[in-house]
């Protein structure tokens, strides 16, 4: 597998569910970071979790770190159909940490 | 709240032409990176740049492409002769630090070559 890559692929849920998603990597980091992008749409940072870090909140998210597994968790508590989107975790590697991405997972949220 | 910024948000262009895009980073960001994504796939990193040089470039980022800060406020990514397979959406990031920062990006310019 290769750096970032994230599970499920997609997910359909109802409004008012949490939703979660998995991100696994391979190499050591010293960050693991969040996006969204809406279709056609640029990316928005949501959160980075730092390796020292286990858990961190903001807002309805919620990412959990285990730099022991090597993954890392999202997750979206009370859903909104505004929320559908595509998620990408991303680890910064390299010189100036440019970050490499996961393929990332396509939420769908049926109103 | 600052934003990163890109224009033209879609450019078409004919085979072998060059094409300049550009982006304004946010103000007191030191450093700048250019991604692209074609249709479907994951974002794929092409260069980063800081203090006025590339500091990593990725295989993608060949002899066609270049990169400069022609001024204080711009950072533009030229491909001087497009290839069909160059059709992509390029994403501009900035960080105030490197990587290890969040980077904030631009909003995509959708380059379509025919």
């Known amino acids: 597998s290769q750096q970032g890559e994230e599970d499920p692929q997609a997910l359909s849920i109802q409004e008012g569910e949490n939703a979660t998603m998995n991100c696994s990597y391979k190499?050591?980091?010293?960050?693991l970071q969040w996006y969204r992008q809406n279709s056609g749409r640029g990316l928005v940072h949501l959160i980075l979790i730092r390796s020292n870090e286990r858990e961190k909140h903001s807002g309805r998210l919620r990412v959990t770190l285990d730099t022991s597994k090597k993954s890392s968790s999202l997750l979206i508590t009370a859903s909104r159909a505004a929320d559908t989107a595509s998620y990408f975790c991303a680890t910064p590697t390299g010189a100036n940490s440019k970050l490499t991405f996961g393929k990332g997972i396509t939420l769908s949220v049926r109103p | 709240e600052p934003e990163v910024t890109q224009t033209p948000s879609h450019q078409v262009t004919q085979m072998g032409q060059e094409v300049i895009l550009r982006c304004v980073p946010i103000?007191?960001?030191?450093?700048f990176y250019w991604y692209r994504q074609i249709l479907g796939q994951k974002v794929e990193f092409l260069v980063s740049f800081y203090n006025n040089e590339i500091s990593e470039k990725s295989e993608i980022f060949d002899d066609q492409f270049s990169v400069e800060r022609p001024d204080g406020s711009n950072f533009t990514l030229k491909i001087r002769s497009t290839k069909l397979e160059d059709s992509a959406m390029y994403f501009c990031a900035s960080s105030e630090w490197d990587g290890r920062n969040e980077q904030f990006f631009g909003p995509g310019t959708r380059l379509t070559v025919l």
């Open positions: 103000s007191n960001h030191l450093y």
């Open positions: 190499t050591s980091i010293n960050n």
